[in-house]
């Protein structure tokens, strides 16, 4: 148990709850009805992801700093700084939206696909970890990743593979989306303290795995992976893209001004 330990739960909460939040904000807006009910429930899973890893990691930080904090203080109470989480899940309208509230049904999918594939990998390898509750966190969330990860990469292939339009817009949204990945593999000191310890796999040790499974969806769905870009961002430090603020606000909103309110 460290600092490193705790801070790198948080990164796991932090991305499926904002993933959670972006993907439920096609409730009643879907392109389809089945569709709005088949995010509704990803948004669902990821959202219990994330209440799991927070619990845990009030676990861990009571231990470690002797200080008690319940789920809702991680994720209505912390500033845009502290969350940690992968930049890519932020966006909510991608290079095709006409305005800032457009939603982009194609930056969804793509990103959820990018994501899951990457996750499938790290859960199944989270099993093994020396922290038992996060084996058994792990060992949950792969199931529903694997569900994640077929829905996405399904309509992935028929956006790619479908319309004239539909392709211009997969193809967007991935040329849009694919400099953020490059920050799944970029190890830094917490990422090696936890693989140091047994707690956790380096990400970097699935990029190829993660590659492959991205090579092959995308040739199926006759679309091309954008070039490789120098720049990594930097979410997993606290630095956020302009969209962060707006989602916090409107996620943390109701929770800040009536806090301490219960049903």
């Known amino acids: 148990m460290s600092q490193e330990h705790l801070a790198y739960v948080l990164r796991l909460a932090d991305n499926v709850l904002i993933l959670g939040q972006r993907n439920v904000e096609w409730c009643s807006h879907g392109p389809a009805l089945e569709e709005d009910i088949a995010l509704a429930n990803i948004s669902l899973d990821l959202i219990g992801q994330a209440r799991l890893l927070y619990t845990h990691a009030a676990t861990l930080e009571a231990a470690l700093n002797g200080v008690k904090k319940t789920e809702d203080d991680y994720a209505y109470f912390r500033t845009e700084r502290e969350f940690v989480n992968y930049m890519i899940v932020e966006p909510h309208f991608g290079p095709l939206a006409g305005t800032r509230a457009a939603r982009d049904y194609a930056v969804t999918i793509v990103r959820n696909f990018l994501y899951s594939a990457l996750m499938a990998e790290v859960w199944a390898a989270l099993q093994a970890s020396s922290d038992a509750s996060l084996a058994a966190i792990a060992a949950k969330s792969t199931k529903e990743t694997s569900y994640h990860l077929h829905h996405a990469r399904d309509w992935l292939v028929r956006f790619g593979d479908g319309t004239e339009e539909s392709h211009r817009r997969a193809q967007a ?15 830094d000191a917490i990422e090696q303290a936890v693989a140091d310890a047994g707690i956790a796999p380096l ?33 997993k430090h606290g630095e956020h893209s302009e969209h962060m603020g707006y989602l916090l606000a409107e996620m943390q909103g109701l929770a800040r001004q009536h806090p301490g309110a219960s049903w």
């Open 203 to 235: 990400a970097s040790e699935f990029e190829a795995a993660w590659r492959e499974q991205v090579a092959s969806a995308l040739a199926q769905a006759t679309l091309e992976a954008p070039a490789d870009v120098k720049h990594i961002t930097s979410g």
């Open 173 to 187: 949204a991935l040329d849009y989306l694919m400099p953020y990945t490059r920050e799944f593999f970029a190890t």
